[in-house]
């Protein structure tokens, strides 16, 4: 890659502030080497599986927060080019439209502009990943029973956002210079989601033909 993702993605762009892993945890040293994998050239086919005798969910959230990172540090680069006016719909082209729910605010699915859906998912996405009670941080706490379909959930709404940014926006990714960046980011999260089956495959129909 020509350039390095500093160099193409702002940072102060961010559409929410990080998630950072804390020192000295087993997230932390599982987020290092997870990083260190994909760092290393290694295919991305690999690079998702599930080390050697590492807990599943513990692999699961680190990766969910760093995709939450990603994406979101993404779509914060391309939120100028995605407006009330141009993205009155949250949609991925003609065929989809994804409607937002949340059982709080909205109880119902409600149509929404795509900024206004960015917006709120990355708010529900920061409320769960920070929610002890969901994501356990303390050495010794369980993750919940529902931990998997939390994440699902979470992940299928984060693959919508590649779906609308693909569609909608790849111009402004190929103006960017930011193209190779956002094709290796999501075979990533496509190949991650796919080798831990967390999202249904209906839901991926819209980009089916992006990895190859």
């Not at 350039?3 to 929410?16: E, G, I, M, P, S």
């Not at 010794?140 to 940014?165: A, D, E, S």
């Amino acid at each position: 890659m020509a350039l390095c993702l500093k160099q193409v993605f702002n940072k102060d762009k961010t559409f929410r502030p990080r998630k950072k892993f804390e020192p000295g945890t087993q997230r932390f040293e599982l987020y290092k080497k997870a990083q260190a994998s994909l760092k290393s050239g290694l295919d991305l086919k690999t690079v998702v599986q599930l080390p050697p005798g590492e807990s599943i969910n513990d692999w699961i959230a680190v990766h969910v927060v760093d995709f939450f990172n990603r994406i979101n540090l993404i779509y914060g680069t391309m939120s100028e080019y995605c407006t009330e006016k141009s993205c009155p719909i949250m949609s991925g082209g003609l065929k989809y439209e994804y409607r937002w729910q949340d059982d709080s605010k909205y109880k119902k699915p409600t149509k929404l502009s795509a900024p206004q859906y960015m917006c709120m998912l990355m708010d529900w996405i920061e409320m769960l990943i920070n929610n002890e009670d969901i994501f356990p941080t303390r050495i010794g706490v369980p993750f919940p029973k529902q931990f998997q379909q939390v994440c699902t959930k979470i992940l299928t709404r984060l693959f919508r956002v590649f779906v609308h940014v693909y569609i909608h926006h790849f111009d402004s990714i190929i103006n960017m210079g930011a193209e190779a960046h956002v094709n290796t980011c999501y075979k990533h999260f496509y190949y991650f989601i796919r080798e831990f089956s967390l999202v249904d495959h209906r839901e991926l129909e819209p980009l089916v033909r992006m990895p190859q």
